[in-house]
């Protein structure tokens, strides 16, 4: 039972100036009812309350991710991952993970990169796997590596024209190498996602591993590459049943299924499940070489990567959106992306000015001109950054080289300059979902980009629920608010910096609905 709560003997931190350091949180029909003393909050409790003493563990507003593939996840989870493997051991992974697999069926694997594996080529696949199509997913998620039988279904051979906006790999002789970036890898990566999304029952069994990982880890909301209407109807299944363990912000991309369809079939509301963005790719990633920088790649002399939309594309999917109603990301990772992306919405806002109440958003921005950044003030932009990227730090020196990638993730300038700024985990598109890891690595970078405690968890808490237009009820601890709460085992704002990525999420509450808890904290 969802029984009314007093939560008490506990550090609240609220994100809330008018209630900074209460004694006692009091949680009725899945809000916040009260907060501050503790008597007073006795008095306006109802008699079947549940009086739960949190021996001064730290509560924080649920952690709120604002960009990540949730479908996706139980997938990439199953399959075997390759990162930090040269090609000899993704080899033996493969042959072992796959072992007792029939001629024809298809081998999947995650997370290989250029750091261990220097010279992937469709012939080392070839060798040992002879009679199976093989898809390997670079680490950026923005590449794969396959073998000739997913060539030659594809019908890619030497005279196949790179698609705009993607990348066929070739050798000196023109010969594809079994390499496809961005674009030209999507007929396989859309034919994966839509496999995850193809029975209903593969889809549920994929979100309820979803649903598991998100409250384990303190996360309450998430904001989601949903992409697929099957996906919202289960949601919508889920909120009727209540069953459903975290808030949602589903996505639509044009590109996946056109959004006139994804309207008509789907049903959204304020709370549970909700419209979000609709999502546009404008670039790759550093690691495939595909983000479109202001200056040639370090170790890739001449190459600055590249856009996958054209000007007038933005543009039109910029006025698109007003005519729809609907807020707009844009996947831009280098600082030429960035720079254009921001060139476009302020040639908009020159006709529509009431594009910036629609808070536009910029997905990634991981290379930022210092000089772009007032601009991206002024145009009222937010920047949905994930700091999961940060654990790449070398593989950043060699491709963007020393001073690059000492001021890539300036969230200390986007801050300084009032941008408003969240943070989410890409996860799998990045490898770490946990927020505390990912506040961990903004607090104890190297560098004069590193940020406070305190700030990093109004990015993953107050600014990701602005970036989603629901700050009115969530993102804060605040009478009239969602009860969403995550328990921790220290105080986050006090302990060692060097030990944030040592704290435990203790319990998730939703709804003041305990959806997790690694202990006996509250009672059942």
């Not at 469709?122 to 002879?130: A, E, R, T, Y």
């Not at 992306?341 to 009431?354: D, F, G, M, T």
Request: with cysteine; net charge negative.
């Amino acid at each position: 039972m969802n029984y009314p709560k007093l939560l008490h003997n506990a550090n609240f931190i609220t994100l809330d100036d008018q209630y900074p350091d209460p004694e006692a949180v009091l949680i009725e029909n899945g809000l916040i009812k009260f907060i501050g003393k503790m008597e007073e909050a006795k008095l306006k409790a109802s008699d079947n309350i549940e009086m739960i003493d949190l021996h001064r563990k730290t509560v924080i507003p649920g952690f709120n991710d604002n960009h990540l593939h949730t479908i996706a996840m139980a997938d990439y989870l199953a399959q075997p991952h390759l990162d930090g493997l040269d090609a000899n051991q993704i080899i033996e992974v493969l042959k072992k993970e796959y072992d007792q697999i029939k001629p024809g069926e298809p081998i999947y694997g995650n997370l290989w990169d250029y750091t261990h594996c220097s010279n992937p080529h469709k012939s080392i696949l070839d060798q040992h796997f002879p009679h199976n199509p093989v898809v390997l997913t670079q680490y950026s998620g923005h590449g794969i590596w396959v073998n000739s039988q997913v060539l030659n279904d594809l019908k890619i051979s030497k005279d196949t024209p790179n698609p705009e906006g993607g990348k066929i790999e070739r050798d000196q002789a023109g010969e594809p190498t079994g390499l496809l970036f961005d674009r030209a890898a999507h007929p396989i990566t859309r034919k994966k996602f839509k496999r995850m999304h193809s029975k209903k029952s593969i889809t549920k069994k994929h979100l309820e591993i979803a649903l598991t990982h998100f409250a384990q880890n303190g996360i309450t909301s998430v904001q989601d590459n949903t992409w697929y209407p099957i996906t919202i109807k289960i949601l919508n299944q889920y909120v009727e049943e209540k069953k459903l363990t975290c808030r949602f912000s589903c996505w639509s991309n044009d590109l996946v299924y056109p959004y006139y369809l994804f309207k008509r079939v789907t049903d959204f509301d304020k709370f549970w499940v909700r419209e979000g963005i609709m999502k546009y790719f404008f670039d790759g990633t550093f690691s495939t070489r595909t983000a479109w920088l202001k200056q040639e790649y370090a170790d890739d002399p001449a190459n600055y990567g590249m856009p996958v939309m054209k000007t007038q594309q933005v543009e039109k999917a910029l006025k698109k959106s007003l005519q729809q109603n609907r807020q707009i990301g844009f996947h831009a990772i280098g600082d030429q992306a960035v720079c254009e992306i921001i060139n476009s919405i302020e040639k908009s806002l020159k006709e529509y000015p009431e594009l910036r109440v629609k808070r536009p958003r910029i997905e990634h921005a991981q290379l930022v001109d210092y000089a772009d950044i007032p601009r991206i003030k002024e145009a009222g932009i937010l920047i949905a950054a994930q700091p999961s990227a940060l654990n790449a730090y070398e593989k950043d020196q060699g491709l963007l080289g020393n001073q690059r990638a000492d001021q890539a993730y300036p969230y200390r300038s986007l801050l300084d300059q009032g941008v408003h700024l969240s943070f989410g985990s890409d996860f799998p598109g990045d490898s770490i979902l946990n927020p505390l890891q990912n506040i961990h690595q903004t607090v104890n970078r190297s560098g004069s980009e590193k940020i406070t405690p305190k700030e990093a968890l109004i990015c993953y808490t107050q600014e990701s629920a602005y970036a989603e237009f629901t700050e009115s009820f969530k993102g804060t601890i605040s009478p009239g608010k969602v009860a969403d709460l995550t328990v921790l085992s220290d105080n986050l704002l006090t302990i060692e910096e060097d030990r944030i990525n040592q704290i435990k999420v203790l319990a998730t509450l939703v709804n003041g609905k305990t959806v997790f808890q690694s202990q006996f904290i509250f009672p059942d």
